[in-house]
């Protein structure tokens, strides 16, 4: 990777949580296999448009299922293993990184809303958070993204759910697709502002 002279070379990224938003909610249980897992409409070709404006997407996600016991790490590993070659097979793009807090000891720097799993992307990636943007559906993930200096939040409202929403995030839309139409517009705008080069041809 070529040297970082300044922070202008700094990357964009879509922060983009799991269940609820790349994938459907379990709801109040977990994913845990692969069958389980059900890509939410418009995803592939969000992480397409994002890749095509010189973004990365990475996930940041809480899987407790793993502490709890009801999985192990290499099942998680494997349900992601899965989703990335479905991925690249049916959009020839796919996560730049995959974020987890299981939930075990020692990891709560991890925890949502703390900023620990964002800070440890952007050193990992050399991502900018001022510029970046972050799509959740509860309230922890949209403080976590304001605890990391996250430019721009989005939450996806779950009408399944109807979780009492108390952080107010920079836009709320009321469904998936409705939230790839804001967020492509979003990081096309900002885009041609910065004028980043586009390095991440797909
Ligand atoms: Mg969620």
């Known amino acids: 990777m070529r040297e970082l002279s300044n922070y202008q070379c700094l990357r964009h990224c879509l922060f983009l949580d799991r269940d609820g938003v790349v994938n459907r909610s379990p709801g109040s249980g977990y994913v845990t296999s692969s069958e389980d897992f059900a890509l939410n409409e418009g995803i592939g070709e969000l992480l397409q448009s994002a890749h095509s404006f010189g973004w990365l997407v990475i996930i ?104 009492p929403n108390h952080v107010i995030a920079d836009l709320t839309v009321g469904s998936i697709p409705e939230m790839v139409v804001a967020v492509k517009q979003c990081m096309e705008s900002r885009d041609v502002i910065t004028n980043q080069p586009n390095d991440h041809s797909s």
């Open 60 to 163: 940041v996600s809480s899987q407790r299922c793993v502490s709890k016991g009801l999985i192990t790490t290499k099942d998680l590993a494997s349900i992601h293993e899965s989703m990335q070659a479905s991925l690249d097979d049916r959009y020839g793009s796919n996560f730049d990184g995959i974020y987890i807090y299981t939930g075990e000891p020692g990891t709560e720097d991890w925890e949502k809303p703390r900023p620990g799993m964002i800070e440890q992307a952007c050193k990992d990636h050399a991502i900018n958070p001022a510029t970046s943007l972050l799509v959740g559906d509860q309230d922890r993930d949209i403080e976590m993204a304001q605890n990391a200096g996250i430019g721009r939040t989005v939450r996806v409202l779950n009408a399944e759910e109807q979780r």
